[in-house]
């Protein structure tokens, strides 16, 4: 078993190391073999032998951070932006760089820095908090999510955040920002609870696209949150999604979180429904990715694999492979407080890095640390959480070879056929 465990990332590795033969498309250093040899590889080993209690959890290859409690949205499928609406004051608890300078300190280098909300370009200090992440986290990609409201001050808060990326610290680590859009046109504003919602959208777009002329690293993505409101149209949302010719779009099913604070909210479409929404979506990513970054080849290529994990997921009712959220992922939310992922949040915190010094590390590796983590292990919980669904693929070696293989077929599908220059053959794809 462990010898074909290695087969596989051998084989996997020759894989990561092919570079496209196109001269237009910009060469990623993101996710290739030096950095999957060198360090997610030996972090897979490590969080595995952890779970067994072997080895102690060593740092996290994601962090999200939640930057702020206020957002403008009201969405039906989330109550973040009506508990802030309820509450204003509640983002004086947002932690402040000072302090996230701290944390960031003790928790050293992550590989995936991914930033969400409420809504991160409500934060002033947003390219203060890049910087502080280059400094010390040094990830390899950077990430934020937007309800794409504040179209003028996303524009020029992006621009400030490349310009530290690029300037201070790596101009090849991808900027990648997803703009929400669930549904078309009225649509759309129905379900995020804003009017216009869908104008700021489409504006916010033409900004995005001016930079990214200039920022070859910017990677413009679009996600939908699949809902029981927004079934019927999802055909209507990819056509227009890819019309647009964004570099990249997903999709996550809706989730009670308590992150969301929407328990006990009928929000969740079944898993049948949510099998037949994804053949034609999986369909349309395998039509359009064949020429677009080899970033984007990589990272549709997780989906794919991330799509049918979750439907079985959800038609099982259980873990179908081992949830590493607490080991491999971890999230911090605006006040502080450490979670093993959002779906658990205030139900199975880690601790409060506030009431620790901002030392991560002495939260990270607690006794309540411990009892979630053996909570997690004892697959006392199961979701299709897609942020740490990628981690746990990384751990898979049948899912991490699924995935390689539908890089290779994006990476040599030509005319039809994928023309392997790892073995010099050609199949044709089926």
Same mark, same amino acid.
């Given at each position: 078993?462990?010898?074909?465990?290695?087969?596989?990332?051998?084989?996997?590795?020759?894989?990561?190391?092919?570079?496209?033969?196109?001269?237009?498309?910009?060469?990623?250093?993101?996710?290739?073999?030096?950095?999957?040899?060198?360090?997610?590889?030996?972090?897979?080993?490590?969080?595995?032998?952890?779970?067994?209690?072997?080895?102690?959890?060593?740092?996290?290859?994601?962090?999200?951070?939640?930057?702020?409690?206020?957002?403008?949205?009201?969405?039906?499928?989330?109550?973040?932006?009506?508990?802030?609406?309820?509450?204003?004051?509640?983002?004086?608890?947002?932690?402040?760089?000072? @302090?996230?300078?701290?944390?960031?300190?003790?928790?050293?280098?992550?590989?995936?820095?991914?930033?969400?909300?409420?809504?991160?370009?409500?934060?002033?200090?947003?390219?203060?908090?890049?910087?502080?992440?280059?400094?010390?986290?040094?990830?390899?990609?950077?990430?934020?999510?937007?309800?794409?409201?504040?179209?003028?001050?996303?524009?020029?808060?992006?621009?400030?955040?490349?310009?530290?990326?690029?300037?201070?610290?790596?101009?090849?680590?991808?900027?990648?920002?997803?703009?929400?859009?669930?549904?078309?046109?009225?649509?759309?504003?129905?379900?995020?609870?804003?009017?216009?919602?869908?104008?700021?959208?489409?504006?916010?777009?033409?900004?995005?696209?001016?930079?990214?002329?200039?920022?070859?690293?910017?990677?413009?993505?679009?996600?939908?949150?699949?809902?029981?409101?927004?079934?019927?149209?999802?055909?209507?949302?990819?056509?227009?999604?890819?019309?647009?010719?964004?570099?990249?779009?997903?999709?996550?099913?809706?989730?009670?979180?308590?992150?969301?604070?929407?328990?006990?909210?009928?929000?969740?479409?079944?898993?049948?429904?949510? @099998?037949?929404?994804?053949?034609?979506?999986?369909?349309?990513?395998?039509?359009?990715?064949?020429?677009?970054?080899?970033?984007?080849?990589?990272? @549709?290529?997780?989906?794919?694999?991330?799509?049918?994990?979750?439907?079985?997921?959800?038609?099982?009712?259980?873990?179908?492979?081992?949830?590493?959220?607490?080991?491999?992922?971890?999230?911090?939310?605006?006040?502080?407080?450490?979670?093993?992922?959002?779906?658990?949040?205030?139900?199975?915190?880690?601790?409060?890095?506030? @009431?620790?010094?901002?030392?991560?590390?002495?939260?990270?590796?607690?006794?309540?640390?411990?009892?979630?983590?053996?909570?997690?292990?004892?697959?006392?919980?199961?979701?299709?959480?897609?942020?740490?669904?990628?981690?746990?693929?990384?751990?898979?070696?049948?899912?991490?070879?699924?995935?390689?293989?539908?890089?290779?077929?994006?990476?040599?599908?030509?005319?039809?056929?994928?023309?392997?220059?790892?073995?010099?053959?050609?199949?044709?794809?089926?």
């Amino acid at each position: 078993m462990f010898s074909g465990f290695i087969s596989r990332v051998l084989f996997i590795l020759g894989a990561l190391k092919l570079q496209t033969q196109d001269d237009h498309l910009v060469i990623w250093k993101t996710m290739n073999a030096k950095d999957y040899l060198t360090y997610l590889f030996p972090k897979t080993l490590q969080y595995r032998a952890s779970r067994f209690k072997l080895l102690k959890p060593g740092n996290p290859i994601t962090l999200t951070y939640s930057v702020t409690a206020a957002c403008q949205s009201q969405c039906k499928t989330c109550h973040i932006g009506l508990k802030y609406k309820q509450d204003p004051t509640s983002k004086e608890k947002d932690l402040k760089v000072e @302090e996230l300078e701290k944390i960031f300190i003790t928790l050293g280098h992550v590989y995936f820095f991914n930033i969400s909300g409420g809504e991160p370009f409500l934060r002033d200090d947003l390219p203060k908090i890049i910087e502080l992440a280059c400094r010390y986290l040094k990830p390899r990609i950077i990430h934020v999510s937007t309800n794409a409201i504040s179209s003028e001050r996303i524009r020029d808060l992006t621009i400030q955040c490349l310009e530290i990326i690029n300037e201070s610290y790596d101009s090849s680590i991808p900027f990648t920002l997803k703009p929400s859009v669930d549904g078309v046109g009225d649509v759309h504003d129905e379900i995020r609870g804003v009017r216009d919602n869908f104008k700021q959208l489409e504006k916010t777009l033409s900004y995005l696209k001016d930079i990214g002329k200039e920022y070859s690293n910017l990677h413009i993505e679009l996600g939908t949150i699949i809902s029981n409101f927004n079934i019927d149209h999802l055909s209507e949302i990819e056509d227009y999604v890819h019309s647009l010719g964004i570099e990249s779009y997903r999709h996550e099913i809706a989730e009670q979180r308590t992150e969301f604070f929407n328990l006990n909210d009928p929000i969740t479409p079944n898993a049948d429904t949510y @099998e037949r929404l994804i053949r034609g979506f999986v369909r349309k990513i395998r039509e359009t990715v064949i020429n677009k970054k080899r970033f984007t080849k990589i990272t @549709e290529s997780f989906r794919l694999v991330y799509y049918d994990l979750a439907v079985k997921i959800l038609r099982e009712e259980r873990q179908v492979i081992p949830c590493y959220g607490g080991i491999s992922n971890a999230h911090i939310n605006y006040d502080g407080e450490v979670w093993p992922c959002c779906v658990l949040g205030y139900k199975k915190p880690l601790g409060f890095l506030r @009431e620790q010094n901002y030392d991560f590390q002495k939260v990270w590796h607690s006794d309540r640390a411990n009892v979630v983590r053996k909570y997690i292990k004892d697959r006392n919980c199961a979701c299709v959480l897609a942020n740490q669904a990628y981690s746990n693929i990384l751990h898979s070696p049948t899912y991490l070879f699924k995935t390689l293989q539908n890089f290779l077929r994006f990476h040599y599908r030509q005319g039809g056929k994928i023309t392997s220059g790892l073995i010099g053959t050609t199949k044709n794809i089926t």
